[in-house]
């Protein structure tokens, strides 16, 4: 398989998601989110009270390609849980609904906002 994203760039996305128990790849910063999806998903963690590492993929064009060859996902947000790939904005936002996404991070061990 052929990919334009070098080595280095996907060990500082495993070294972020290993490092962190939450994090997000967004558009912006979670105090400033420059995309309404990646503000959905801030939203949604701040709501549920969780602790999240939030990573402004315009920062980075190395990043922001990068992240979407590392998931296999084409669109930014993407949030990482304990290392694994949850899903962007829609999916963030059903599981929400649904309350699936604090059972999913209760029983990884994150500190949800009953």
């Not at 994090?23 to 989110?33: E, Q």
């Not at 315009?58 to 922001?64: E, G, K, N, S």
């Amino acid at each position: 398989m052929t990919t334009t994203t070098d080595s280095a760039v996907f060990e500082r996305i495993r070294q972020d998601i290993e490092d962190n128990a939450v994090v997000l790849y967004m558009k912006g910063t979670p105090v400033f989110p420059q995309c309404g999806f990646s503000a959905a998903v801030v939203q949604v963690l701040t709501h549920l009270g969780v602790k999240f590492k939030g990573i402004d993929v315009l920062q980075d064009p190395a990043i922001r390609q990068g992240i979407k060859e590392f998931s296999s996902w084409p669109t930014i947000p993407q949030l990482y849980v304990k290392g694994e790939f949850v899903g962007g904005c829609d999916i963030v936002r059903e599981m929400f609904e649904t309350g699936e996404l604090g059972e999913m991070l209760s029983s990884r061990g994150i500190d949800v906002r009953a």
